[in-house]
C-alpha cells in the first residue's frame, strides 16, 4: 500500500510483523538471532577515519584542467586498541594543515577561528586507528552543493560504530573549497552543470577504488570491504548524486538520500531508498519538498519517507556542532508557510531519528537483519516526524526465503 502513515495500525503493518514471525520460527538453530537492541544507540565499535586521495585518469576536471582528483575521507570499524585515544579534529581534516589563508577562509565562512572549530566540533573517531578485522558494506556518501566531505560526521561516526565503512569526497570545484598537494581549489558556483555529470561519476571512481583497495590495493583495508553492499547516499545536492549514481551504476544496492530530489529522468525505481527531508526547509523550498514526495510516490520498489516536522535543510548535518542558531532547521527562525516563530527539531533529536532509521534500513538490506523490521514499519517519534513506506511487504516475502 503506496504512502501509507503508519499512525494507526495498518494491514501493511499486521503482514510485516507477520511475515517477521515466520521468518523467526523458520530459522535454523545454530544461526545467528537476531541483534536485538537499540538502532538509535552507538553502535559497539569503536571509529577511525583517514584522508586518501584518488586520482582519475580517464577524466580531465572542468576547473582544475587536470585529472580528476577526489580528496578523500573514509570511516571505518577501527580495533579496540583505539578506545578512549583523542578523537580527530576540525583541522584535522584539512590535509596538510592549515595556513593563514585558509585560516582565513573559514573564518569568513564559519565566523570562528579554527581554534575554536577544534574546541567547538566534535566527532568520535580516531585518525588513521587501525582497522578492525571483517567485512563491512560500504557507503558512499556524497555532500551538498557548496559542502564539505566531512560535513556529516554524526552520520558517518554513527554508522562506522556499527559495522559499515562510509567513503565521502570533496567533489573538486563543488566543495566549499579542497587542498590538492598543497593548492586551494574554491567552490565555483559557474560549474553546477559540470558537477551534476561528474558527481554521479565521482561516485562510481570511487567503487572502483574500493573494488581495488579490498583485493590488496591498500594493505589497510584488504578483504575488509563488502563491496558487493554498496550505498549511494548524499544530502542535499549529495542526495541529487545518489540517486543518480544508482540510475547509472548496478552496483549500488541501496539509496539514502537527504533533502533533495531526483533528477530527471530518474530510472531506478526499484532500488531499496530511504529519502528524508525537512517540512521546514527554506534552502529547497515547498517546491523542493513536492518533488521527493513525487519521487517516493513514484517508487516501485522499497521505500520509505522520514519527513521531519520541525526540520530544516541543515537538520541533517553537522552545522549543529559549528553554529546552534544557524537557521534553516539549526537553532531558531521562522516558520516557511507563515512566518511564526519557530524552534527546530533540536539536535540530539535529528541525529536519532537520522541515524537511527538510516541504520535500521541498511541493516535490513544490506545485511539482512530482519528484526529491525518491526522498527521500520512504525513511527518511533510520530510528534517530531511522518514516517511513509511502500513496497517493503514484497521486499520482506524475498529476506524469509
Not at 577526489?70 to 579534529?89: F, H, N
Not at 530530489?261 to 531506478?268: L, R, W
Not at 534552502?283 to 521505500?303: L, M, Q, Y
Request: charged share 20%; glycine share 10%; aromatic share 10%.
Amino acid at each position: 500500500m503506496r504512502g501509507l502513515n503508519l499512525r494507526l495500525p495498518s494491514l501493511s503493518t499486521l503482514v510485516l510483523l507477520l511475515l517477521l514471525s515466520i521468518c523467526s520460527l523458520a530459522t535454523p538453530r545454530g544461526e545467528r538471532g537476531p541483534k536485538g537492541g537499540d538502532p538509535s544507540t552507538v553502535g559497539p565499535y569503536s571509529v577511525g577515519v583517514t584522508t586518501s586521495l584518488f586520482v582519475d585518469y580517464s577524466r580531465t576536471d572542468a576547473v582544475t584542467r587536470e585529472p580528476r582528483t577526489l580528496v578523500t575521507e573514509i570511516w571505518y570499524p577501527a580495533t579496540d586498541d583505539s578506545r578512549g585515544l583523542p578523537k580527530g579534529k576540525f583541522s584535522e581534516f584539512i590535509p596538510g594543515g592549515v595556513s593563514p589563508m585558509l585560516g582565513g577562509l573559514l573564518k569568513s565562512a564559519y565566523k570562528l577561528s579554527v581554534d575554536e572549530l577544534d574546541v567547538r566540533f566534535s566527532n568520535s573517531a580516531v585518525r588513521d586507528a587501525r582497522v578492525r578485522d571483517g567485512r563491512f558494506p560500504v557507503i558512499f556518501f556524497s555532500h551538498g552543493n557548496r559542502g564539505l566531505r566531512f560535513q556529516n560526521t554524526f552520520w558517518c561516526d554513527f554508522l562506522a560504530s556499527h559495522g559499515y565503512i562510509v567513503v565521502s569526497a570533496d567533489h573538486t570545484g563543488n566543495a566549499a573549497l579542497t587542498i590538492i598537494k598543497g593548492k586551494v581549489v574554491l567552490y565555483q558556483g559557474g560549474e553546477r552543470e559540470h558537477s551534476a555529470q561528474d558527481r554521479p561519476r565521482d561516485l562510481s571512481f570511487l567503487l572502483d577504488q574500493m573494488t581495488t583497495w579490498n583485493a590488496g590495493g591498500d594493505s589497510r583495508f584488504a578483504k575488509r570491504l563488502d563491496v558487493n553492499s554498496a550505498t549511494a547516499a548524499g544530502m542535499s545536492f549529495g542526495a541529487y548524486t545518489a540517486i543518480r549514481a544508482a540510475d547509472l551504476d548496478p552496483r549500488f544496492k541501496a539509496v539514502v538520500a537527504m533533502a533533495y530530489a531526483p533528477p530527471e529522468g530518474h530510472t531506478n525505481l526499484t532500488v531499496p531508498s530511504l529519502l528524508m527531508l525537512g517540512e521546514e526547509d527554506a534552502t529547497i523550498g515547498p517546491k523542493g519538498n513536492e518533488a521527493i514526495r513525487a519521487n517516493f510516490a513514484s517508487h516501485r520498489g522499497p521505500a520509505f519517507l522520514l519527513s521531519m516536522k520541525r526540520g530544516g535543510h541543515y537538520s541533517f548535518t553537522d552545522m549543529f556542532k559549528l553554529d546552534p542558531n544557524f537557521g534553516d532547521g539549526v537553532g531558531t527562525g521562522k516558520r516557511r508557510d507563515t512566518g511564526e516563530a519557530v524552534t527546530f527539531t533540536s539536535m540530539e533529536d535529528a541525529y536519532r531519528m537520522v541515524n537511527s532509521y538510516s541504520l535500521a534500513f541498511l541493516d535490513f538490506y544490506l545485511k539482512g537483519e530482519r528484526e529491525f523490521l518491526p522498527f521500520l514499519a512504525k513511527n518511533q517519534w510520530p510528534v517530531e516526524m511522518g514516517w511513509e513506506f511502500s513496497g517493503i511487504a514484497t521486499s520482506a516475502q524475498d529476506a524469509g526465503r
